[in-house]
């Protein structure tokens, strides 16, 4: 009797020491850890029964109309073209000039060039009835003629391009008579022209513009430019070059007749306004079937499953509870536009309110369950719920 009053009195011991140790260790744990164990509780009856009225919430986010697959923005038809055309750039009236001993008299004639890089072929002509002594012509500073004319028919005078600037003069002058004081050379100039060849560039570059709306742009995996050159002369051809938002794409004197596709990396993109250039510094193209082809990262349409219970489904059919479904939009003021599917009962949702509230009792079943969303137009859905109410 002894030993068993002996042994219960150990045991005593023993649970004492041990909940002295627990009582230490909950002391010296920290403030934060502290305060859960001693606060931590079983999850409130409101919110389980919460949670277990909820069938499903999920968060769709973006959704977009450029489709599962590929969307394409189409860009007209455009056609770059090599004009030339010889053009008059300076005509000069008659003059005189003379060399004598008593008499001197030379000739400067000014005259400007808008656009001397694409200006080609320029000539000097001119007649001359009176002609003694060589005759003397100057372009800035520079001899481009130095002769004696033997008839009033006079081969043109070309000149230099590399001397030509914007603006340019001519000088004129005749050779001194030496010795023979008593006579002047003289050379009497009519019908003086400056004559070039004028290379139109307006024509031979074309800008279009393309616009990628915020849901396109997010979802956006890649893009590829698609286009077929079709050349006019083609030994006479320069490189066509293509930029978007001001990146070059693409630089090369291209296989005519041939379908082209360009990847175009998504850092050369902007949401909203985009620009495409197709540019060319010789010869002449017609660009067709221009598009940009757009793949996104994620289908258009969203499905999302939930299942019911015989239990849940027997207080839905006998109308103790009722299936709510709502859809939470981005509250921006405009219309939001999308096809509801619920186990093969479609309908349109059109509203400009941000939540849309649908009693689904008839449209659902004991079981497997979906819900699909398709936009009409490009939306943003915050979250979509069914519940029992």
């Known amino acids: 009797m002894q030993k068993k009053a002996q042994s219960g009195l150990n045991a005593a011991v023993l649970v004492a020491i041990i909940a002295g140790l627990i009582i230490l260790y909950i002391i010296f744990l920290p403030t934060s850890e502290r305060e859960k164990i001693i606060t931590s509780e079983k999850p409130s009856e409101s919110t389980a029964k919460e ?154 570059e074309s800008t279009n513009l393309f616009a990628l709306s915020g849901p396109e742009f997010s979802s956006m995996d890649k893009a590829t430019l698609k286009f077929i050159p079709y050349c006019g002369n083609v030994n006479e051809l320069g490189a066509l070059e293509i930029f978007i938002n001001n990146k070059k794409l693409f630089s090369s004197v291209p296989v005519c007749n041939n379908a082209y596709r360009q990847s175009v990396p998504k850092s050369a993109l902007n949401e909203g306004e985009n620009n495409i250039v197709f540019k060319t510094g010789k010869g002449s193209y017609s660009v067709e079937q221009i598009s940009i082809a757009l793949e996104f990262k994620e289908p258009r349409i969203k499905t999302y499953f939930f299942e019911i219970g015989s239990g849940t489904f027997k207080q839905i059919r006998d109308d103790d509870k ?7 939009f981005i509250d921006d003021k405009k219309q939001k536009r999308a096809r509801l599917d619920i186990n093969g009962h479609s309908e349109t949702i059109e509203t400009e309110k941000a939540t849309f509230t649908k009693n689904i009792d008839n449209r659902i079943s004991e079981g497997n369950n979906f819900v699909r969303l398709e936009p009409l137009d490009d939306i943003e859905v915050v979250e979509m719920t069914v519940e029992l109410d």
């Open 51 to 204: 949670n277990a009225n909820v069938l499903l919430r999920v968060f769709p986010g973006t959704l977009s109309t450029s489709g599962n697959l590929e969307d394409e923005k189409q860009i007209p038809n455009i056609f770059l073209v090599e004009t030339t055309n010889a053009k008059e750039l300076q005509k000069i009236n008659p003059f005189i000039v003379r060399s004598g001993w008593f008499d001197k008299k030379a000739k400067a004639v000014p005259f400007e060039l808008d656009d001397p890089q694409n200006t080609d072929n320029v000539i000097l002509a001119f007649t001359a009835k009176k002609r003694s002594g060589i005759l003397a012509i100057k372009l800035n500073n520079e001899i481009v003629f130095e002769n004696e004319l033997a008839s009033d028919i006079i081969e043109p005078v070309k000149l230099d391009k590399r001397l030509l600037q914007k603006t340019n003069t001519l000088e004129f002058s005749v050779s001194s008579v030496g010795l023979k004081f008593w006579t002047t050379n003289e050379y009497s100039l009519e019908n003086v022209r400056v004559i070039g060849d004028i290379t139109d560039t307006s024509k031979q």
């Open 322 to 328: 009722d299936a709510i479904l709502t859809i939470k």
